[in-house]
Nanobody, 115 residues
């Protein structure tokens, strides 16, 4: 059994910053890819950022130069630093981790960007 838990969401004004965290625990030998997705009301879930266990990253065009994904392999933790937030970044953010047993999702954390 693998558990994935996100934290760090909240309400922030446009131009502000938030840092999301996601911890994977349980029957884990090693974690390969770790990803952040988001889903806004009425829209499909979309990939925001991804990082391999070697540290290679990729980002959605809409968040490049504003968001930074990083990970701590010793803690099975992935972070998403979000700067210069815009109202269109408002969504539920989900963590996705790939381990030997399969791919697992967290329950999501709400990010609301509003004045």
């Amino acid at each position: 059994q693998v558990h994935v838990v996100e934290s760090g969401g909240g309400l922030v004004q446009p131009g502000g910053s938030l840092r999301l965290s996601c911890v994977a625990s349980g029957s884990i030998v090693s974690v390969s890819a770790m990803k952040w997705y988001r889903q806004a009301p009425g829209k499909q879930r979309e990939l925001v950022a991804a990082i391999t266990n070697g540290g290679n990253t990729n980002y959605a065009d809409s968040v490049k130069d504003r968001f930074t994904i990083s990970r701590d392999n010793a803690k099975n933790t992935v972070y998403l630093q979000m700067n210069s937030l815009k109202p269109e970044d408002t969504a539920v953010y989900y963590c996705n981790v790939r381990v030997v047993l399969g791919t697992y999702w967290g329950q999501g954390t709400q990010v609301t960007v509003s004045s």
